[in-house]
C-alpha cells in the first residue's frame, strides 16, 4: 500500500472513533475518512463495549458507529454516555432512523454507504463541532456551511433561530443562513444566559428583544410568539434577570 502523507496538526481535524463489528465495514469508513483532510483516525474497535473502554482513556471528537452489534448495540451504548461525542450512526436498517434523532446525532449513514453521502454526513460534523466548541466565545468566528461554501458568523450576531423541520433558519439583521441541525443542538451549544427557547419553534436572543408585548415578543421589527408553557420562565427567570437587573 503507497504511504499516505501526513495530515494536518490543526485543531480543526476531528479525531475520529470507528466501531462496526462488521470488518469491511470498518475498513470502508476508515478508507473515507482518510480521504478528508479535516478528519483523521484516532481509534478502531469492533464492539461497543471495546468502544467504552477505548473513550474512557482517550479524547474522540467524532464516533462512526455501528447500531447492531452483539451483547451491547451502538443506540445502548450512545445511551449510556453522559455527554457522547459528536455521532454518525451506520446501519444497513432504517427503522432505527426517528430513534437515532432522539439521541441527538450528527446524521445517520444507511449501508452501503456511498462516498458522496459519507462527505455530507462529515460536513455536518465539522459544522456541529465547530459550534459546539465556539459557541462561549462571543466572539470567537463559527463556520456555516452554505452550499458548496462556508461562511462566516459570530453567534452574537444571530437575533434568533427558527426551526423549520429538519433544519434551522438563523435571523441575523442582513442575512438568513440555513443550517441542517437540531433546535435542541444549537440550543444546548450556544450560551444559556443569552438565548432563551420562546417556543418550539423559535429560540431568541435576549439582547436583540426590542418589545415584549402579551404573548409576542419583537425582534428587528418581527413578531414573534411566547408559548404558554414557557412565558413564566421566560419573564421571571430570563428577562428580568438579563434586561431588567442591567
Same mark, same amino acid.
Given at each position: 500500500?503507497?504511504?499516505? !502523507?501526513?495530515? !494536518? ?6 479525531? &475520529? ?27 478502531? &474497535? ?7 473502554? %477505548?473513550?474512557? /482513556? ?53 449501508? !452501503? ?5 459519507? #462527505? ?8 456541529? #463541532? ?10 470567537? !468566528? ?52 443569552? #438565548? ?5 419553534? %423559535?429560540? =431568541? ?11 409576542? =415578543?419583537?425582534?428587528?421589527? /418581527?413578531?414573534?410568539? =411566547? ?6 420562565? #421566560? ?5 428580568? /434577570? ?5
Amino acid at each position: 500500500m503507497e504511504e499516505q !502523507p501526513a495530515k !494536518p496538526t490543526d485543531h480543526t481535524v476531528l479525531k &475520529c472513533l470507528v466501531t462496526d463489528d462488521e470488518p469491511i465495514a470498518r475498513e470502508g469508513i476508515i478508507s473515507y475518512i482518510d480521504k478528508l483532510d479535516f478528519l483523521e483516525v484516532a481509534g478502531v &474497535c469492533s464492539s461497543a463495549l471495546e468502544a467504552a473502554e %477505548y473513550i474512557k /482513556k482517550s479524547t474522540v471528537d467524532l464516533m462512526f458507529l455501528d447500531i447492531q452489534m452483539p451483547h451491547l448495540s451502538g443506540m445502548e451504548f450512545l445511551e449510556s454516555l453522559d455527554t457522547p461525542p459528536l455521532t454518525i450512526l451506520t446501519t444497513a436498517h432504517s427503522e432505527y432512523a426517528l430513534e437515532s434523532y432522539r439521541l441527538q446525532v450528527v446524521d445517520y449513514l444507511l449501508k !452501503p454507504i456511498t462516498f458522496k453521502r459519507f #462527505f455530507q454526513a462529515a460536513l455536518k460534523a465539522r459544522e456541529a #463541532f465547530n459550534l459546539r466548541n465556539k459557541g462561549e466565545d462571543p466572539d470567537a !468566528p463559527m463556520y456555516i456551511r452554505q452550499g458548496d461554501s462556508f461562511v462566516k458568523i459570530i453567534w452574537r450576531d444571530i437575533l434568533y433561530v427558527e426551526s423549520m423541520q429538519n433544519y434551522l433558519k438563523l435571523h441575523f439583521r442582513d442575512k438568513i443562513l440555513v443550517i441542517h441541525q437540531t433546535m435542541t443542538f444549537l440550543e444546548n451549544i450556544l450560551p444559556k444566559d443569552s #438565548f432563551f427557547r420562546i417556543h418550539k419553534s %423559535y429560540l =431568541v436572543h435576549l439582547s436583540h428583544i426590542d418589545l415584549i408585548k402579551g404573548n409576542r =415578543v419583537y425582534i428587528n421589527h /418581527k413578531a414573534l410568539p =411566547v408559548s404558554r408553557q414557557r412565558k413564566d420562565e #421566560f419573564l421571571n427567570t430570563v428577562v428580568y /434577570k438579563n434586561l431588567v437587573s442591567k
